[in-house]
């Protein structure tokens, strides 16, 4: 059984910023390298920068698996796309490919209905070639593409992704 758990407890932010630094160093060091690795986590999944990001309107969850705290997500109102904008997305390595990832995109699709959004929105490195097939099976399509500078030397290289919510 998926479910997502609502986050904005300081030890659930903590518990958060552990899960992601955690998957973070396993799964991106081979598509942006090391160095970027440490500074995005630093500057967009640490303690602080969650707290900010939940002060700032973002939502987080924790995707759970019966009990047991698997992963997590992020979510942000875009009203520019009339989106609800999937900012994380994040299992752990031992759980991925089990359908949880699918279960989820069902949950956030009747959240952005409730919301009035009409599409969900997402951003993903134009290298991570798992996670675009896995968002193309589940309907999205890429929409456009987008080089981010970050500062620090580094860029987000991702395309735009996006599926109706409507149906
Ligand atoms: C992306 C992610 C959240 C998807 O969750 P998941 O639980 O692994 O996905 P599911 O098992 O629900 O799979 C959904 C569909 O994609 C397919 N799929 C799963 N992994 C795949 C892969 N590596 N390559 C191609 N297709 C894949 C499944 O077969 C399923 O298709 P189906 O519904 O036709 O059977 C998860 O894999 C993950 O955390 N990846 C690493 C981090 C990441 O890249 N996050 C996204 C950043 S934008």
Same mark, same amino acid.
């Given at each position: 059984?998926?479910?997502?758990?609502?986050?904005?407890?300081?030890?659930?932010? =903590?518990?958060?910023?552990?899960?992601?630094?955690?998957?973070?160093?396993?799964?991106?060091?081979?598509?942006? &390298?090391?160095?970027? *690795?440490?500074?995005?986590?630093?500057? %967009?999944?640490?303690?602080?920068?969650?707290? =900010?990001?939940?002060?700032?309107?973002?939502?987080?969850?924790?995707?759970? $698996?019966?009990?047991? /705290?698997?992963?997590?997500?992020?979510?942000?109102?875009? @009203?520019?796309? $009339?989106?609800?904008?999937? @900012?994380?997305?994040?299992?752990? #390595?031992?759980? /991925?490919?089990?359908?949880?990832?699918?279960?989820?995109? $069902?949950?956030? /699709?009747?959240?952005?209905?409730?919301? &009035?959004? @009409?599409?969900?929105?997402?951003?993903?490195?134009?290298?991570?070639?798992?996670?675009?097939? *896995?968002? #193309? =099976?589940?309907?999205?399509?890429? @929409?456009?593409?987008?080089?981010?500078?970050?500062? &620090?030397? %580094?860029?987000?290289? $991702?395309?735009?992704?996006?599926?109706?919510?409507?149906?």
């Amino acid at each position: 059984m998926t479910s997502l758990q609502n986050i904005s407890h300081e030890q659930d932010i =903590k518990q958060l910023a552990n899960i992601a630094h955690t998957i973070w160093n396993e799964y991106f060091p081979s598509i942006i &390298g090391h160095a970027q *690795v440490d500074y995005m986590v630093e500057k %967009f999944q640490s303690q602080s920068a969650i707290t =900010k990001q939940l002060q700032q309107g973002h939502e987080y969850f924790f995707i759970c $698996d019966g009990d047991q /705290r698997v992963g997590y997500i992020g979510l942000v109102a875009n @009203s520019n796309k $009339d989106a609800l904008q999937i @900012s994380k997305f994040y299992l752990l #390595k031992d759980i /991925r490919g089990k359908g949880h990832g699918k279960a989820i995109i $069902d949950q956030i /699709r009747d959240m952005a209905k409730t919301k &009035g959004f @009409s599409q969900l929105y997402l951003t993903v490195n134009k290298y991570n070639e798992a996670a675009i097939s *896995v968002y #193309k =099976k589940l309907g999205f399509v890429i @929409s456009g593409d987008m080089v981010i500078d970050i500062e &620090g030397g %580094f860029v987000m290289d $991702d395309y735009e992704m996006n599926m109706p919510v409507t149906g």
